[in-house]
């Protein structure tokens, strides 16, 4: 039997791999035969991470994404220890909710400079020569919040929005050099992030009443996301796949 | 008497990069329709050029640089005391820009992004604080409709402009609580961009497929500025957090 999804052999980098939507990532990768290379801050969770995974030829690198300027040399030492990248998966991010009031420039900043900016940067250093196989698949995590909008959510939203539009473009820019890219739309999702929303707001999340098929799971976005790396959607770029439990349709 | 639905008759208008050719259509059209206009720009000369043809007691001006971040908040602040609280502001500042991503560096990133969206949050955030700006006001921004549709070489103006509207569609939420809304303008191609630098280069980088998309051909400033006058006006008081398209059947 011909299996759609199989990343034998394939390398797969994933930022922002150490919990929620990138380490379940990692490891339904992992399980398809990938040699995943695993990137985030906390070593510890890193370590752990790894633990997970099947398979052996997996690496992981501890680098914090909000130092835009080393990005360069760390895709190369990431591409010297784990070879060519044929998928890069970019779950890096941060929420931030703060009224209109106290969103500082600096604050609107930071949260650019982590959502978008350092994808960019990201995208723009592994598609150098030499640093990814033909038929490299890249797909970013966006939000629901790039397309509705929420009290709170101005920065956020505007830097998810950020990362489509930019996917929209870079894919008619990359496609001479037979690179994809899509990014994955998520609603509410059962994460450590989602928990914390959570308990910020008295347990209450009126985002649920529209999303219809309930809370969602790390592992809907994880094949969703497995599915966009995979040449079974070699024809599919440029694109934001919703991954909401209905949420946009209702 | 005919009811025009678009009067600004007693509005106090803002206009933020007034002095661009779109800027200054766009203050003139508010002063026909009857507002009482407060340009803002950073050149001073042109402000004056244009106050003089105008030659209208209804219009005023100030001059501070809306690209630098640490005058936003005392510059507003002084506007507030020399004019009083606005009904409305229109932002038509911003920057465009061409470049292939492997040059699309973080410096280059984070200047388009200053220009596009952290300025307009800026202008908003410091705007609507009390006595700045009145419950029931209307704020429009200038976006573009690449922020929906994709080009070569425009990463990063595509992806400020996107933001841009994702950001209208937050403070919508947000300031519906004092009845202030926000919209913005999915611009097309129009006269006065076809002068710009960057407008040539794209013209090089996506010919035949991009003009020859704008089903209904260029759009004059005067269009865009009728656009801006819809939505400032209380025709439009329960539409908030759009982002409009105005763009000659580009996107279609």
């Known amino acids: 039997m011909q299996q759609l999804i199989s990343f034998k052999e394939k390398v797969i980098l994933i930022t922002g791999a150490s919990a929620g939507i990138g380490q379940q990532t990692a490891i339904l990768l992992s399980n398809l035969g990938a040699k995943v290379l695993l990137l985030a801050t906390n070593e510890d969770k890193l370590i752990e991470t790894l633990g997970l995974l099947n398979g052996t030829g997996h690496h992981y690198f501890c680098y914090d994404l909000s130092n835009l300027e080393e990005i360069e040399r760390k895709v190369k030492e990431i591409v010297n220890q784990g070879g060519k990248i044929d998928g890069f998966v970019n779950c890096v991010g941060i929420r931030s909710r703060r009224p209109l009031t106290l ?23 592994i598609t150098k020569k ?15 919040a790039a397309q509705a909008g929420g009290p709170g959510v101005t920065a956020y939203a505007a830097s998810k929005a950020a990362v489509d539009a930019a996917v929209r473009c870079l894919s ?44 969602g799971e790390a592992e809907d976005v994880a094949n969703a996301i497995a599915f966009l790396l995979s040449p079974a959607s070699k024809f599919i770029t440029g694109i934001s796949l919703p991954v909401d439990g209905g949420y946009l349709s209702s | 008497m005919i009811l025009n639905p678009m009067d600004l008759t007693n509005k106090k208008i803002l206009v933020v990069g007034a002095t661009s050719e779109t800027g200054e259509t766009i203050t003139n059209q508010l002063l026909n329709l009857g507002a009482e206009v407060v340009m803002l720009d950073d050149n001073e000369e042109r402000l004056i050029t244009i106050a003089d043809k105008c030659h209208n007691p209804r219009l005023n001006f100030n001059c501070i640089d809306i690209y630098n971040n ?8 002084q506007i507030a005391a020399s004019f009083g609280a606005f009904d409305g502001m229109v932002f038509c500042a911003g920057k465009g820009g061409v470049r292939p991503l492997q040059l699309t560096k973080n410096n280059f990133l984070h200047d388009m992004m200053n220009a596009n969206l952290y300025s307009f949050i800026e202008v908003v955030r410091c705007l609507t604080k009390k006595g700045s700006f009145n419950n029931g006001g209307s704020i429009v921004v200038i976006s573009s409709v690449s922020s929906i549709k994709g080009l ?64 209904l051909g260029v759009i004059e400033p005067i269009e865009i500025a009728n656009t801006v006058g819809f939505l400032l006006s209380d025709a439009t008081k329960t539409i908030t957090g759009i982002s409009l398209l105005h763009d000659g059947g580009y996107s279609l």
């Open chain 1, 172 to 215: 008619k820019e990359l496609a001479p050099k037979n690179i994809r890219l899509n990014t994955v739309v998520p609603s509410q999702i059962n994460t450590p992030e989602y928990a914390k929303l959570l308990q910020m707001n008295g347990g209450v999340d009126n985002v649920l009443n529209r999303q219809y098929l309930g809370l």
């Open chain 2, 70 to 77: 640490q005058e936003i908040e005392s510059g507003m602040k």
């Open chain 2, 152 to 215: 070569k070489s425009k990463v990063s103006y595509s992806a400020s402009k996107a933001a841009l509207d994702a950001s209208v569609r937050g403070m919508a939420a947000e300031l519906s609580e004092k009845k202030i809304r926000v919209n913005s303008i999915l611009k097309g191609w129009v006269t006065s961009d076809m002068k710009l630098d960057f407008i040539q280069d794209n013209m090089e980088l996506n010919k035949n497929e991009d003009f020859a998309r704008q089903l």
């Open chain 1, 103 to 125: 969103l500082s420039i600096k604050e609107v900043r930071h949260v650019m400079d982590i959502n978008f900016g350092s994808y960019i940067e990201l995208i723009r250093c």
């Open chain 1, 130 to 144: 030499g640093n990814f196989n033909s038929g490299l698949s890249i797909v970013g995590v966006s939000s629901i």
